[in-house]
């Protein structure tokens, strides 16, 4: 980064310090009661000198300026009752309404997953979005043949190691589970029944440049978690699809129908739409496996 992309307004600016002790990057230097940007190259693009500054004297060139809003008065941040309630009000949804998502829904539902926090802010994150019947059906049906291919290649496997007596490992045996439910929606599709993406009206698809992320499972996870809940908001449901994830990652056709970079690692999946189902009860999970130290 240059000198250019971020910068003091030194009329503004009145040496209280708070950019120099909040920015983690040590951009920032106080000389003779002025404070200057000396290190731009070690900027992170965060934005915390200018969420902290009194007298907004801080720009940057990168970044939008009409984002930094106002932070809200607490009372506008829900309470941690009714965040959990709402938390646990969240399940996957398998039945949709017949009907389409606006775009504008869904790009504020990945305007959620921009906002995530990521691993050095590098923000490697990207999105594939599929919303009409034909795109959703041409990656329905090369999804399915992936699995059934799969599937079949597993329970080889899977036959030629009881051939020899051999025990299967743990992980030969999930594969075993996983090819008889891709078996099971290869069938399904046949009768034009939907076992994968339920015939949701969308579905939204996330890769990450493996070299632009440090932790690119991490900072695709919370942008997912994001997501999902934004969604909620808005009526909409949702479900995680693993099955395309690991098709997507088997079969190079399907990177090319969704325009992800042949490099880019597929992260998560889902699939979202209007339920056609209303849960009465919130959520219950397994006890937290934690230790106090
Ligand atoms: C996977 C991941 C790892 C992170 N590791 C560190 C870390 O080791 N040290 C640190 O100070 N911040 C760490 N962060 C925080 C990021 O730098 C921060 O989220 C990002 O700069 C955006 O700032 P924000 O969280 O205030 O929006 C990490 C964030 C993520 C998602
Ligand atoms: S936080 Fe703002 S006012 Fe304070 S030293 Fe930094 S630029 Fe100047
Ligand atoms: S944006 Fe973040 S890293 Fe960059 S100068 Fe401001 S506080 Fe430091």
Known sequence: MNME???????????????????????????DGITSVTAPS??????????ICPEDAINFLGLNPDEFEPMPPKEDIPLPEKL????????????????????????KVIEAGRFAPTGGNRQPVEYSVADTPEI??????????????????????????????KALSAKQRI????????????????????????????????????AMSVAPGVDAGIAGAQMILLAETLGLGTCFCGFLVLAIEANPELKNILKIPPGNKTQFTFMAGYPDITFKRLVARNPAGVTWL
């Open 5 to 31: 992309i971020i910068g003091i307004d030194e009329k503004l600016c009145v040496s209280c310090g708070s950019c120099i002790n909040v920015c983690i990057g040590d951009v920032f230097k106080e000389q």
């Open 42 to 51: 070690q900027c992170l693009l965060c934005g915390h000198c200018k969420a």
């Open 84 to 107: 959990q309630t709402f938390f646990r009000s969240r399940r996957s949804i398998r039945i949709f309404k017949k009907m389409s998502v606006e775009r504008e829904k869904l790009e």
């Open 136 to 165: 959703l059906g041409t990656i329905l049906d090369t999804t399915v043949k992936t699995l059934v291919a799969m599937a079949i290649k597993t329970n080889e496997t899977v036959a030629e190691i009881e051939k020899q007596n």
């Open 175 to 210: 594969g075993q589970f996983y090819a008889k439910r891709w078996l099971q929606i290869g069938e399904m599709h046949k009768k034009k029944i939907d076992g994968l993406f339920y015939h949701a009206p969308a579905l939204i698809i996330t890769h990450v440049n493996p």
